[in-house]
């Protein structure tokens, strides 16, 4: 089981305890969002907001599609296509009998909103983009890991060359990985689709 | 946040119901209880609009005095003299002790007040008490607040000429979500129901956004993004906020604060001037109590003086022939304070940091609170910023004036110039997560998260075959566990038998429209498609009075059997 295999790498140093999510999530970011989408089969769908569900279904918006510009859009673009949504899904201003829906709603543009503001993490989602991988909210993992890792280096210019060792550090992992299961991307990905179908 | 949960379940609550059904909305009044001034807004139609008490002020002290059978509080309340302020009999600085457990440093320092702050030490709420009639009788927070409260609503019903439920109350950024709850306590036993709580210089925010917004109208302004820098700093708190606003949009996008306020320059100088003042004062008599009452209002003055002039002369008598006499210079004054002021900075810069925003890119620097007019305060604020203070604010208005500005626009008010055109989009001030990876705090919402927000982390087992994992849920930015603030417990039975690491435990925390939190919770094996057992949904917080105690009890009894350890997900097939 890959599973295994992947406990089996020695442990990574502490600021890096959330690395090997990242080869993962870039790679099977279906399995995320189904795994998301389980996560609460039995809750009753009223009091807990189900995004993924619409997600990966009937609405496979990009962020741009969901702030509504091109993918060329300059920042300022960003920003004000934001304030724009803001002030149309924030519970705050929203119809009374919409909230929830609204809600969830914002959560997303908020999610755009802070890829596409940061250039660093607009570069990552664009090139995700364009390896085909379209799904807006499977890349969430891949946000949370940056955060994390942003808080714990406080030096901008630190961080800068660690995230370059890291993001070779990551190839050479994904690559080891990938030899010891001997199974390709492809592969893995109907895999997936079958279990989860 | 957390109605349902902490709305006492009074009478109040069906009138409620049927006022709202009425055609007007009721416009929710702004409420900001400084820890030593009190005061009150009201979108007047207009614009807002400051409400006065009897003797016409806008600032009314916070305190509730116990003197006679019934209490009476500083709205009604006139003081023959400050003293009396400081007989035992009144309760005051009530910000600083709501929602804290007897292990705080905070409810230690407050143990030099005149009136009674007992503590055994042991994480459960501290002992309060006012001397009434040589007898020392309990009291809470909650209460005086309660107490308080009830006066600023007949206050404000007098000169409304409406009965007064909805309110937006400002709050410190540093309070966490269990002390909320106790503020929320507090108004509904005053028959008030909490719309919203703001932290302060969130509302310092909204009222800089109305300006810009009116600017843009008057064509003053460009109508694009501005970056302000909030430090709010009263007699109990400092708060700093950065803030992006544009179109009336008040995006809030960093939030720092401490309980670092006036009251500890003021401890510091009582401190300079006795150094032994704690064992001076520790028996707590009446005599005492004068005497400390003597060097508090003496401190105080020599302070305010010390804003305009370069040293003041302190002259108490102390009896039994102590006597103080000094003159301190404002060199020395800004010296036995230092750390405050460095404290202050790096709370500043944190902020900066927080938001990825630089120095430079700061448009304006809004200095608010009554710490606002100590020099050194000034020239720190305007040294890290580089650039004038903003002017357009009184800065010991600006927080409640915001605070009415969010009644109206949260009970629904149009105004047809376009002046609730206004929108604040709040922040987490504080990190959300569970201990795991040992004694660590692990964020699962962190802090500076937009709100509302959801947000999930997987967690796994650390021993073979781990049947039951405690989940427990803090909030707080310190790694260390126990330095958070706890919110609640619970734990996820019946993880199926493996390896350790293997389970997958899924911990999901929601705010919501409301600010109300909830975490979900459950255990999914690798390759399953369902959770091994049902999902819990658990509304946080969870914990009462004595949560220090109860916190220390879990990690004595539990410790390491049932820790949680921080894994990240592992390729599922």
Known sequence: MCCNSALTIPPPDPCFSFLPTRPDVISFPVSVSFRVRHVFPHGPSKSIPDDTAQLSGSDPACFYDLLGIPETGTLLEIKQAYKQLARKYHPDVSPPDRVEEYTKKFIRVQEAYKTLSDPRRRALYDRDMAKGIHLAFSARRLFEFDELCTQQMEDKSEWKSRWQSQLSHLKKRSMYKDSGDNMSWGAKMRRQRNESS | MAEQAYTVASDSETTGEERSSSTVPEIAIGIDIGTSQCSVAVWSGSQVELLRNTRNQKLMKSYVTFKDEVPAGGVSNQLAHEYEMLSGAAIFNMKRLIGRVDTDPVVHASKSLPFLVQTLDIGVRPFIAALVKNMWRSTTPEEVLAIFLVELRVMAEMQLKRPIRNVVLTIPVSFSRFQLTRIERACAMAGLHVLRLMPEPTAVALLYAQQQQQNVHEN??????????????????????????????????????????????????????????????????????????????????????????????????????????????????????????????????????????????????????????????????????????????????????????????????????????????????????????????????????????????????????????????????????????????????????????????????????????????????????????????????????????????????????????????????
């Not at chain 2, 500890?264 to 707590?284: A, E, K, V």
């Not at chain 2, 009452?293 to 102390?318: C, F, M, N, W, Y």
């Open chain 2, 220 to 573: 003053m302004g460009s109508g694009s993004e501005k970056i302000a820098l909030i430090f709010n700093m009263g007699a109990g708190f400092c708060d700093t906020a950065i803030t992006a606003t544009a179109g009336g949009v008040s995006q809030i996008r960093s939030l720092a604060g401490s309980t670092l306020g006036g009251e500890d320059i003021l401890q510091n100088t009582m401190r300079h001037l006795i150094p032994n003042m704690d064992s001076y004062f520790s028996r707590h008599g009446i005599n005492e109590i004068e005497k400390m009452g003597l060097l508090r209002v003496a401190t105080q003055d020599a302070i305010h003086k010390l804003s305009t002039q370069p040293s003041v002369e302190i002259d108490v008598d102390l009896g039994n022939g102590r006597k103080i006499y000094k003159v301190l210079n404002r060199k020395e004054f800004e010296e036995v304070n230092q750390n405050v002021f460095e404290k202050c900075a790096s709370l500043i810069n944190q902020c900066l940091s927080d938001a990825k925003i630089e120095v430079a890119d700061v448009n304006d620097v809004i200095l608010v609170g009554g710490c606002s007019n100590i020099p050194m305060i000034r020239n720190m604020v305007t040294g890290i910023c580089k650039k004038d203070v903003y002017s357009g604010m009184n800065p010991l208005e600006a927080a409640v004036r915001g605070a009415a500005l969010e009644g109206a626009v949260a009970s629904g008010v149009n105004d047809p110039f376009g002046s609730l055109d206004l929108l604040t989009i709040q922040t987490t001030p504080l990190s959300i997560g569970i201990r795991a990876d040992g004694n660590n705090l692990v964020p699962v919402i962190p802090k500076n998260t937009t709100m509302p927000a959801r947000k999930d982390v997987f967690f796994t087992t650390v021993h073979d075959n781990q049947a039951e994992a405690l989940i427990i849920v803090y909030e707080g930015d310190e790694e260390a566990v126990e330095k958070n603030h706890l919110l609640g417990y619970f734990k996820i039975m019946g993880i199926p038998p493996a390896s350790k690491g293997v389970p997958e435990i899924n911990v999901c925390m929601d705010i919501d429209a409301s600010n109300s939190l909830r975490v979900f919770a459950g255990v999914i094996m690798p390759g399953e498609q369902n959770p091994s057992a049902p999902f819990m949904e658990i509304r946080m917080p969870t914990v009462d009075d004595g949560h220090g105690w109860c916190a220390e009890a879990l990690n004595r009894t539990y410790g390491s059997t049932l820790d949680l350890v921080t894994v990240q997900k592992k390729v599922q097939h």
